[in-house]
C-alpha cells in the first residue's frame, strides 16, 4: 500500500499564493507520474496539472485554467509533488487531491493512489 499526504490548504485572499505539498510513502518501486485534481462543490473532479519523470527529465501536463499561474513540480528522492499556486481566484475554490502513478514492485501493475484532499479556499 502507498499513503499520500497532503499539505499547505488554507483561505487566502484574491490574488494571493499557496504551496500544496504531497508526500508518497509505503510499497513503493517507482512512481511514473504525479498530479494533482481538484473538485469545487457541485461540479465534477477535474485534472488541475501533472508530471511524469522519464529518466532525467519531467514532462508536465495544465488545465488551461491554471496555465500561466500554477506550477506544478516534483522532488524524486523525496517521492513528493509540489503545486505553487499563484494569482489565486475564488474559482480556484476547491478541495484538491494529489495521486500518485506508481509501480509496487518490478512486476507489478500500475496503480493509482490519492490523497485525502486539502481544502483551496480563496476569498476576501
Known amino acids: 500500500q502507498v499513503q499520500l499526504v497532503e499539505s499547505g490548504g488554507g483561505l487566502v485572499q484574491p490574488g494571493g499564493s499557496l504551496r500544496l505539498s504531497c508526500a508518497a510513502s509505503g510499497s513503493i518501486f517507482r512512481i511514473n507520474a504525479m498530479g494533482w485534481y481538484r473538485q469545487a462543490p457541485g461540479k465534477q473532479r477535474e485534472l488541475v496539472a501533472t508530471?511524469?519523470?522519464?529518466?532525467?527529465?519531467?514532462?508536465?501536463n495544465y488545465a488551461d485554467s491554471v496555465k500561466g499561474r500554477f506550477a506544478i513540480s516534483r522532488d524524486n528522492a523525496k517521492n513528493t509533488v509540489y503545486l505553487q499556486m499563484n494569482s489565486l481566484s475564488p474559482e480556484d475554490t476547491a478541495v484538491y487531491y494529489c495521486?500518485?502513478?506508481?509501480?509496487?514492485?518490478?512486476?507489478?501493475?500500475?496503480?493509482?493512489?490519492w490523497g485525502q484532499g486539502t481544502q483551496v479556499t480563496v476569498s476576501s
Open positions: 508530471i511524469t519523470s522519464i529518466s532525467s527529465e519531467s514532462r508536465t
Open positions: 495521486y500518485a502513478d506508481v509501480r509496487n514492485n518490478p512486476w507489478g501493475p500500475r496503480i493509482d493512489y
